[in-house]
């Protein structure tokens, strides 16, 4: 595998950087997962728009335009031969000093990963997933906003291991008031009585494009969707769950905090979303060339 770094491909035992990046020593800076589907990369204007936005939040300034970056992670996909695949985008603060202060930082590194994508197993998909609730709650809008898709993942790696600990894939986080935010790498949506529901932003949730999408292809397919404020509760009596994120595409839920979710096996519309999703990935994106 040949890794992007500032203009340069290195082969993977020589792709480092400095111990003195903040991306490292503070977290500092912000990324993007993007997929490619058949020799085409999904949705890569809006995660191209995501970066540029989650970097603006953390003032940071991108050293490429979005021409240059968008080109960056097409050229990546070809000199690696990724048709099918799993693009990791990042921009780190660059190397400082020991010291917080950003302005130490010189110059912002990109780096552009084009590889293979680890996904949930099979299985899950066909039986639906089983989640729960966890104790850490999610970041603050006012603190590090989680809009931001920043290096310092930390809350939701918590979060993670928390799901791990009570022996499942997934953690469902809560804001500070105990509504729902979202899940530590995926947005969740229900559906009640034929209408689909997620959280909005303003709960704690990531502008998830897959989430972004699927409402696309909800209201293109004639389904109600709204953004509401949503408790446990909500969710216990939902008639079906699922998630939505770059690796899980859709994944549907069937069980959260021990109840049975709707029938307790996948839902009518999650699978009619599911094969409106694949279908979309099957003749869209920017073209590996
Ligand atoms: N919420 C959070 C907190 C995320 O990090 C999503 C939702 C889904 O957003 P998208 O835009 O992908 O629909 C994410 C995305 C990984 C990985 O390597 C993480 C994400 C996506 C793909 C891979 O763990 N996070």
Redesign the pocket.
Known sequence: MKIFIDGKYYDEKNAKISVFDHGLLYGDGVFE?IRAYHGRVFKLKE?ID?LYCSAKAILLDIPLSRQAMTRAVIDACRQNRVRNG?I?LLVTRGIGTLGLNPNRCKRPSVIVIAGKI?LYPPALYARGMEIVTVPTTRNLVNAVN?AI?SLN?LN?ILAKIEANIAGVEEAIMLNAEGFVA??????LFIVRQRQLLTPPLSAG???????GTVIDLAREADLNVAEATLTRYDLYNADECFL????AEIIPVVKIDGRAIGSGKPGPLTRQLTDQYHALTRITGEPIR
């Open positions: 997962g995660h995501r799993y990791r680890q989680p898709k993942y939701n979202e899940c530590t790498g995926d947005n949730a990531l502008y998830g494009i897959t989430r939505t994120g770059t690796g």
